[in-house]
Structures are given as C-alpha cells and as structure tokens.
C-alpha cells in the first residue's frame, strides 16, 4: 500500500501529541503488548534465561535471532582468552560458509555451509546472505544468574511489588532488575551502572541521593523508589509500556526520536524499522528480554526445579536525630557491623571508616531481633554532631600525581579515585579540585589551614607548604 506524504505527516504529528500530552493514569491489570513479530526474539531471550547457563552461549544472528547457528559450550576451566578464541573461530566459520554461498556454491557443501544454507533456506538471496554475513554475534547464556536473582529476589521482590502498585504502576515492572542485574544489588557494570535498577551516576542523581556519603543506587528499597520516579516520568511522556521499558535501556529522548522518525508507537513497527545509530542490539532487544525474563520467573519451577528463595528482610526503620559517627553506634547497640552494613547498603566507605558521620535524618534499617524502646535508649546515649565531618578540597598543580597527592595528605589512591569519581588514577589535571577526607589529612596540615583562615569555610594553606587546601561547608 502506497501512502500519500500528508498521511505520514498526520500519523507522526498524532504521535508527537500523544507524546507530550499525556498524563500518568493508575494501571491496574496491565497486559503488556506482544507483537507477532516479537515472537522470535522472545523465544530467543527465553532461551539465553532459561536453558542455557553462562558457561554456553548462542553464535546467531542479531536482527533475527531465531537464526541460531550453533549453541558453544565451554569448560569450567576454560580462561576467557581460551572462550574468547572459540567464539572467535566459530564466528570466521560461519562468515565463510555465508562468503562461499554469496558466491553461488551449492555441491559439495560443508558441514557448516549446508547449515546455514538450512537455516536461510536455499531460495536466499545473495544480498540476504551478504548482509548476514556482518550480523553474526555471540550471546552467553543466563539461566545459572537467572537462578540465582530468583533465589536472591525473595528478600526485596514483594516489597518492590507493593511499592509499584501503591505507586499505580504495574507489579510487573518488578522483572526489570532480573534483566538489569540478576537482582543483585551490589552488580556494577563497566559503564558505572550499579544496584538492582543499574542507574548511572548521571542519572541517579536526579531521582536518587549520590555522593561520597550516601548512595541509594546500591539500596534495593530506595533504588526501586528512584526507578518507580523515573518510570513514571517516562510513561507520563510516552504512554506506551513497551516504549517505557525500551526507554529504560535506550532513554527518554531517544524513544521520542523513534517515534518521531516512525511516525508511531507500535514497538514491533519501532524494533524492526527504527536505524537510529544508538538503537543497537541491546535497546532493539530490551523489551523482547523483558517479557521472556517475565516468563522465566513465572514458571522458574519448570526451568530450575524447587527453589528456596531468601527470606523477606526484616528490620526497625530509626530516623537519625543528628549526625552520629558509626563507631559510637556500633559500640551502643551491640550490633555487629557486618549487620548493619547488610542492612544499609547506601552508606559508603567512608561513613564505615568513620571519615564520615551517618547523616541526620537518614533512615538507619537496624535488625529486628532488636527492642524499639532499647534502640531508642542506646541512640541517645550515642554522641550526636550538629554537622557533618567538613571536606577539604586541593586544587592540583601542574605536575602533580594522584598517589603524589595521595601520599602527602595520608589518603589511598583508592580513597581519592572513589571520593572524586575518578576512573583512572592518570587522568588528573591542573586547576581541578580534589575533594579529601579531612580526617586523613595529618593534624599539622589541618591547624595550619584553620589558623590562616579567613573565615571558616576557606581554609588555604600557607604558602610554604606549596599547596592549596580548602575546606567547604560539608555535604550533608
């Protein structure tokens, strides 16, 4: 059928409104779309979660993946160079079985060349085969991590699951983090994605408390409220669950730009058409893994057998009435650590090593085993702070080093790569300010910075020392 240029203008105008004029309903019931042509790569996604473990994996093809060309299997010993090189070599062959079929090679076929021809079929084309000859990928399997985020997902998933319906969103959204993290809180990925709902420094922090104190990404509970925000800022622009979920790996904006360049919202239409050039096998798939990832975890018995899943946590919620240091509370509640760290998961190292004070006003989890009435006692007796332990900040000159600086002011060159986000520890430049623990930096440093203060919220050292140390008002 053959469309006139005003039509295709009207469809993308209706599609842009929609966009940008719709508000968030409550969602009760929702039954998420499943496009006939989705059907592939759902079976495929259903496959990699639930039959196939991280020591195999599928050599297929990436626009459609129920083009599998052989399923690889490794030993446990096996090193990743050793993976690596399989993978390698099975890719090259089946690259040269689609070259000499490009060329019209019918007789005398082998092994792996009458097995592509099989799965493209004899009447395929030469530019069919030509193009998928650069598709060709390898998958590893998931179902040994989609296990064990089942087994793990019992102590946070009926929880997440009240907050989504008393957020008016769809209990289902609770499948995301066994795609994003196998429910693992403490995951990170190689892009700095970290926790259940693997958020982004970047955008953690516009719906999540991150800094050197306080980091939500890697607290199950207050994660899932910065997902539920951001859902739900997502779903009131694009009205589409499935343009939702896509948004969550691919963004809001570039879901907007897919529908704007499709003229629609149709997410098989949007897979199978849209070339835009972040849209890549991850994004296009998102939605496909999602839905296959709910089916695993709704029939895991059939896949996995009985599992005993973790128990739900259970815990006291305190208030903190002021800035406390964790020693003071460890000693007063007569609770070990490790318990508490389990529990706060939000608190960083340098709260646990009392650079920092647990900051007022947080919510402590503390366990359950424990009295009300006593904790209430024990806090009281621990030694509160009006503020928070002050930073200072070096400015870096020409010349200097990371472990230079690290050296002079008794920090690790890890305390400084985590307290500054730093990646690399070459990656320093002059002029750019270091933040610094001032209880690391030794005491001659710290008075000689308060005496020739101005006021107390610039602290510069003397000129002889041949620095700049400043302190600032603390991040609370």
């Not at 690596?84 to 082998?110: I, M």
């Not at 069919?128 to 060709?136: C, D, K, N, P, S």
């Not at 957020?167 to 959204?173: K, N, S, T």
């Not at 270091?434 to 107390?456: C, G, H, K, N």
Request: charged share 25%; with cysteine; hydrophobic share 40%.
């Amino acid at each position: 059928m053959r469309y006139s240029h005003t039509s295709t203008l009207n469809a993308r105008l209706a599609a842009l409104m929609l966009l940008f004029a719709v508000p968030l309903e409550r969602v009760e019931g929702v039954t998420f779309e499943r496009p006939d042509s989705l059907q592939p790569a759902i079976g495929f996604w259903t496959r990699v979660y639930g039959e196939v473990d991280s020591l195999s994996g599928f050599v297929h093809d990436s626009d459609n993946p129920s083009v599998v060309y052989e399923t690889l299997r490794f030993n446990w010993y096996d090193s990743a160079q050793v993976q690596e090189h399989r993978v390698e070599e099975a890719v090259a062959c089946y690259q040269r079985a689609l070259d000499a079929l490009v060329d019209g090679k019918r007789k005398n076929l082998t092994a792996c060349e009458q097995k592509v021809l099989t799965l493209w079929g004899g009447k395929a084309s030469a530019e069919t085969l030509t193009a998928a000859a650069g598709r060709i990928r390898f998958q590893r399997g998931q179902a040994d991590r989609m296990r064990e985020g089942i087994i793990r997902a019992g102590a946070w998933e009926q929880r997440i699951c009240k907050r989504l319906r008393d957020a008016g969103l769809p209990e289902a959204l609770a499948v995301l983090p066994y795609v994003e993290s196998s429910y693992n809180p403490q995951v990170e990925s190689h892009l700095g994605a970290v926790g259940l709902w693997q958020f982004t420094r970047f955008t953690g922090r516009h719906y999540l408390r991150v800094d050197e104190v306080v980091d939500e990404r890697y607290d199950p509970v207050k994660s899932t409220d910065g997902a539920i925000r951001l859902l739900a800022n997502y779903y009131s622009k694009l009205h589409s669950w499935p343009l939702t979920i896509t948004a969550y790996n691919h963004g809001l904006s570039g879901m907007r730009q897919a529908v704007q360049e499709t003229g629609g919202t149709d997410i098989g239409e949007i897979v199978r058409t849209y070339t835009g050039p972040r849209f890549g096998f991850a994004s296009r798939n998102f939605y496909a893994a999602f839905l296959a990832a709910g089916d695993v975890t709704r029939n895991a018995e059939k896949y996995f057998g009985k599992l005993h899943r973790q128990p739900a946590e259970n815990y006291w919620i305190v208030k903190v009435p002021s800035y406390l240091p964790l020693d003071g509370l460890v000693r007063e509640l007569v609770v070990d650590q490790d318990v508490i760290k389990a529990l706060n998961p939000a608190l960083r190292p340098a709260v646990w090593s009392n650079k920092k004070y647990v900051p007022k006003g947080f919510q402590l989890r503390l366990p359950a085993a424990t009295e009300s009435a006593t904790i209430t006692a024990m806090l009281g007796r621990v030694q509160g702070h009006a503020q928070q332990v002050p930073d200072f900040f070096y400015r870096v000159k020409a010349g200097d080093t990371l472990s230079g600086i690290a050296l002079r002011y008794n920090h690790s060159v890890s305390d400084l790569m985590i307290l500054n986000n730093l990646h690399s520890e070459n990656r320093i430049r002059a002029g750019q300010s270091l933040r610094l623990y001032s209880a690391l930096v030794p005491e001659t440093i710290l008075t000689a910075s308060m005496d020739s203060a101005s006021d107390d919220r610039e602290r510069v050292l003397p000129p002889a020392e041949e620095a700049s140390l400043e302190t600032v008002a603390a991040v609370p």
